[in-house]
């Protein structure tokens, strides 16, 4: 019978080791190029996210600092994923904070327009991504046949959302004025709808309703539609839509 020489037997077991080996160092690349860099995107996106939420629950959190703190993360996160939507999206809206507060110029808030339209390449179903590109074109550049045709975008993908809502009325309640009867009745009817969802937006509608100075017109157009609404909305809209805010 034939001897097997030793390193027969060895090799086999050497190669697979080599294999294995070879597997490892590539998950560990991925790992090192995608999975990690992806992580840490999240975790700067987060942080932007966070102040852009304490701003809307209580403006006075605002401050050059938080603000400042809130443009490094977001750009962190788009640099390490440009491709991400929520990413540039929120990068939109903070630069619109900047601009509210007087931190950022027209001129510069523009070029936020093209953030708003990769987010939509990306996602082009994806109704906040419509509403909230509507509010930048509405009350930030005055384009309001613009800002409806994105609304209107906006309720096809995502009807009787929340965040549509409110969008829809701040548009609406901020250039009243300048709006067609339709658009008007569109903005009404996005505010019935408001008041008979969440807590929160029921007191968003509310805040964007007395903000605008348009409480009258609220009160009355719910009033006419108070066959909709239950007794107990019916009196709570009665006492809070229909006073006048203090000063």
């Known amino acids: 019978m034939k001897q097997q020489r030793p390193n027969e037997s060895i090799r086999p077991s050497l190669v697979s080791r080599i294999v294995a080996l070879s597997a490892l160092v590539l998950l560990l690349l991925l790992l090192w190029f995608y999975i990690v860099p992806t992580g840490l995107a999240s975790a700067w996106y987060f942080k932007a996210n966070h102040y852009l939420t304490l701003w809307i629950q209580d403006e006075a959190l605002f401050s050059e600092e938080s603000a400042q703190q809130a443009v490094d993360a977001i750009d962190h996160a788009v640099t390490l994923a440009p491709d991400n939507p929520h990413y540039l999206l929120t990068k939109a809206k903070l630069n619109e904070w900047l601009w509210y507060k007087g931190l950022m110029t027209t001129e510069q808030l523009d070029a936020s327009e093209q953030l708003y339209l990769q987010a939509i390449a990306m996602r082009p179903t994806w109704p906040n991504a419509h509403a909230d590109y509507a509010y930048f074109l509405g009350v930030t550049q005055f384009r309001v046949t613009e800002a409806f045709e994105q609304l209107a975008l906006a309720h096809r993908y995502g009807p009787y959302l929340p965040e549509i ?83």
């Open 165 to 247: 809502l409110l969008r829809q009325i701040g548009v609406g309640f901020t250039q009243w004025r300048y709006l067609t009867s339709e658009q008007k009745l569109d903005t009404l009817s996005a505010l019935k709808y408001a008041v008979v969802s969440d807590w929160d937006t029921y007191h968003e509608a509310l805040r964007l309703s007395r903000d605008s100075g348009m409480y009258r017109v609220s009160c009355s157009y719910l009033r006419a539609s108070k066959a909709e609404f239950t007794e107990d909305q019916q009196t709570k809209i009665l006492a809070q839509f229909c006073k006048a805010p203090s000063n």
